[in-house]
């Protein structure tokens, strides 16, 4: 089964200040390439919309995935569609999710 995979803008924005806080820590324009690569092919992968668990922290309807250290918090809009809310790193305090979703 295809399924639609939509990226919100704030996870996008995500995507972006991911590479950017990387490459600056790291200096290498190519790891951070590389992590926000593996985090959008895990996106868009999917299978089936209840492939990966409820979210812990957001209960019913957010599920998340977990690439490296981050978590991206999608929901289900039809049986062959989702939404990726979210990109967070798993070294913040997980009560952030609720911020901003």
Do not use: C
Not at 18 to 47: C, M, P, W
């Amino acid at each position: 089964m295809n399924i639609r995979v939509d990226w919100s803008e704030d996870s996008v924005e995500d995507l972006n200040f991911i590479f950017e806080r990387i490459k600056k820590k790291t200096v290498s324009e190519e790891l951070a390439k590389n992590v926000v690569n593996d985090i959008y092919e895990t996106g868009v992968s999917i299978s089936f919309v209840e492939q990966y668990q409820i979210d812990e922290v957001l209960g019913k309807p957010y599920r998340r995935m977990v690439v490296r250290h981050f978590k991206l918090i999608y929901r289900a809009i039809t049986k062959k569609h989702i939404r990726i809310i979210q990109v967070f790193d798993t070294y913040q305090n997980p009560l952030k999710l609720r911020k901003h979703i």
